[in-house]
Nanobody, 124 residues
C-alpha cells in the first residue's frame, strides 16, 4: 500500500532553516509528481510546492518562492523541502502528497495520497 512518511519538522527561529523529508513506498515513485502542502492553525490546507516526476521542473506558491526549495531523489524514493529564511507565518503542519500523474498541479484534489504531516514551528 502507498505510504508517505514525513520527517524533519521542529522548532526554528525566524530567519532559520529546516529540511523536511518524505519517504515514499508502495508505488512507482519516479512516475508521479510530488508536492508539499501545509495547514496553519485555524486555516485551510495550502499547496506550497511541487516537483515533476523526473525532477525536471519545480513550482512554488508565491508565499514561499525564493525561500523554499523542493527536490527529489528517485533512487531513494524521497522528496525534500529545504526551508530557509523561515518566518513565523510558516508555522504549520506540513504534508507531502502524491500526484495522480507526472506533472505538477497546484490543485489539492489532484493528489491522491497524503502523509501524516510534520509540525514546523517558527518562533523566537
Amino acid at each position: 500500500q502507498v505510504q508517505l512518511v514525513e520527517s524533519g519538522g521542529g522548532l526554528a527561529q525566524p530567519g532559520g532553516s529546516l529540511r523536511l523529508s518524505c519517504a515514499a513506498s508502495g508505488f512507482t515513485f519516479s512516475s508521479y509528481a510530488m508536492s508539499w502542502a501545509r495547514q496553519a492553525p485555524g486555516k485551510g490546507l495550502e499547496w506550497v510546492s511541487g516537483i515533476y516526476n523526473d525532477g525536471s521542473d519545480t513550482y512554488y506558491a508565491d508565499s514561499v518562492k525564493g525561500r523554499f526549495t523542493i527536490s527529489r531523489d528517485n533512487t531513494k524514493n524521497t522528496v525534500y523541502l529545504q526551508m530557509n529564511s523561515l518566518k513565523p507565518e510558516d508555522t504549520a503542519l506540513y504534508f507531502c502528497a502524491k500526484g495522480k500523474k507526472g506533472e505538477v498541479v497546484d490543485v489539492l484534489e489532484e493528489y491522491d495520497y497524503w502523509g501524516q504531516g510534520t509540525q514546523v514551528t517558527v518562533s523566537s
